[in-house]
Nanobody, 125 residues
Framework: QVQLVESGGGSVQAGGSLRLSCAAF????????MAWFRQTPGKEREGVAS??????SQAYADAVKGRFTISRDKNTVYLQMNSLKPEDTAMYHC????????????????????WGQGTQVTVSS
């Protein structure tokens, strides 16, 4: 059974840093495109960052460019978040595409098959 488990969320002051992790179980994710999304109540889920199989290419939302870094190591994907802002407050979810699928629109949640339960990030001003 495929499972994605996020960790690393928490509460931090503006300007601080957090590192999120997403551990994958029951699947070989090294050849799978993966991404981080975030969602706040009443808003649609938005793509934050994506990393392609092999880790050779990444994509970021404009709102986080220069502050967030996505990386991967075997079956774990990370999101290093620096210079956090209150508007980064959200539930963060990791997602994995199905084997062999390369997302055309990396920030479109329909491109991903597997999802984690999420980890909450709260940034106070």
């Amino acid at each position: 059974q495929v499972q994605l488990v996020e960790s690393g969320g928490g509460s931090v002051q503006a300007g601080g840093s957090l590192r999120l992790s997403c551990a994958a179980f029951g699947y070989i994710f090294s050849d799978v495109n993966m991404a981080w999304f975030r969602q706040t109540p009443g808003k649609e889920r938005e793509g934050v960052a994506s990393i392609y199989r092999g880790g050779v290419s990444q994509a970021y939302a404009d709102a986080v460019k220069g502050r967030f870094t996505i990386s991967r190591d075997k079956n774990t994907v990370y999101l290093q978040m620096n210079s956090l802002k209150p508007e980064d407050t959200a539930m963060y979810h990791c997602a994995a595409a199905r084997m062999g699928w390369v997302p055309v629109r990396w920030a479109d949640e329909s491109e991903y098959r597997y999802w984690g339960q999420g980890t909450q990030v709260t940034v106070s001003s």
